[in-house]
């Protein structure tokens, strides 16, 4: 059973959601991702960023983005960017989210509603 090799829930990780299982490390979400078959949602984030945390505050009062964190993904949150440029394909900026397949390639085409920062998302974004 993969759910019993998981890391600990790390409780209320920095407010994102309660019942979600957090990875710790982007090199620990890319061993779980490729190891369950699940795709890897990276979020860059900074605690001092307004849309950082409107975005959390949706992100995390939103149940179905909540179900789909939970059961759907390997779920990473970070405050520093990680040496793989993959994961910043047009600069470095928060709000960010990226994911990676579980053949561990970096989506690059799953991208949001904003030509200027393609991976960005707003509380209003999520619906999508």
């Not at 991702?33 to 945390?53: F, G, N, T």
Request: aromatic share 10%; with cysteine; glycine share 4%.
């Amino acid at each position: 059973n993969i759910q019993n090799t998981f890391p600990t829930r790390a409780l209320a990780k920095s407010g994102w959601g309660d019942d979600i299982t957090w990875v710790q490390t982007y090199e620990e979400g890319l061993f779980y991702a490729q190891k369950s078959r699940k795709p890897l949602m990276v979020i860059h984030h900074l605690e001092d960023c307004q849309y950082s945390q409107a975005l959390k505050k949706v992100f995390a009062q939103n149940e179905e983005i909540q179900e789909m964190a939970q059961n759907k993904f390997i779920m990473l949150n970070l405050m520093h960017e990680t040496t793989d440029k993959n994961l910043s394909p047009d600069g470095q900026y928060v709000p960010r989210i990226m994911f990676v397949d579980p053949s561990l390639t970096v989506r690059a085409d799953i991208a949001g509603r904003y030509s200027n920062r393609l991976y960005t998302y707003e509380p209003r974004d999520l619906p999508l």
